[in-house]
């Protein structure tokens, strides 16, 4: 919990929930964000006809998400799996610009 963060003992249940959405907003705008600079990097890519799968850089995102979830006393496993998902769809993405 960030230090400006209100404390969730002392919040109502309906303050609680108003806490989560704003969360899941900001996760959502995270999500856009890398959306874009994802497909910035697809342009770039074609460009220098690189090919869209760069194992290595999947790898080290990978390494990145667990090391951040352990920073965060987060699941690793939960983290790793939603960046999984989230390279598969920039990948298909990806794919589908090339071909579209």
Do not use: C, H, W
């Amino acid at each position: 919990m960030t230090q400006d963060a209100p404390d969730p003992e002392e919040m109502t249940l309906e303050e609680l929930r108003e806490e989560i959405a704003g969360i899941d907003r900001e996760l959502v705008e995270l999500i856009a964000r890398r959306t874009y600079v994802a497909y910035t990097i697809a342009q770039v890519k074609e460009e220098r006809g690189l090919p869209t799968v760069d194992e290595g850089q999947e790898a080290r995102v990978m390494d990145r998400a667990g090391e951040n979830a352990s920073r965060f006393d987060v699941d690793a496993n939960l983290v790793k799996a939603i960046f999984r998902l989230l390279i598969e769809l920039n990948k298909v993405e990806q794919r589908e610009r090339r071909l579209g």
